[in-house]
């Protein structure tokens, strides 16, 4: 079996570019069986979709009247930087975004009190340096959520 993935997806809204940051948990799938690995994707993307469903109605809609598309703008499925990342959801969060090698959507994200701690940290992991991120990392104000979080949070302003 192949372990649960923790993927990060970030969110952009337009017109106004409010983002949405979600973790959520894939669940553990053989490796060696595309259909459960697929599977376990479906779940994933289901439950990424739902947060982000939640959010905008209980919370952009009330932000900004106008109607909103969204798309993908950063994903990660490695162990981010800074440990706010693991905690519970929050309305706002100091986000670094690196581009990588692998292309948009691939980033590398964290939070650090700086870029240059940020990238401090990065050059210490192995995996997120096999990324190929690049310099300048992007500072985004997000609202965080995760498939963690009391259903009560994804409303909270
Ligand atoms: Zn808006």
Known sequence: ????????????????????????????????????????????????????????????????????????????????????????????LALWVAQTEYGAPWAVLGTAATEAEFWQEVRLDDDLVGLGPSAPAELRHVHFLTDEDAPTVHGAA
């Open 1 to 92: 079996m192949g372990s649960p993935v923790t993927i990060f997806r970030l969110f952009r809204h337009q017109p106004c570019g409010r983002e949405l940051l979600v973790r959520v948990k894939r669940p553990a799938a053989s490796n060696a069986d595309q259909g459960a690995l697929d599977a376990a994707d479906r779940i994933a993307d289901a439950a990424a979709e739902h947060l982000r469903d939640q959010w905008e109605q209980r919370h952009l809609q009330d932000l900004c009247a106008h109607p909103h598309t969204s798309g993908v703008v950063a994903e990660m499925q490695e162990v981010p930087v800074g440990d706010d990342l693991f905690g519970p959801g929050r309305p706002s």
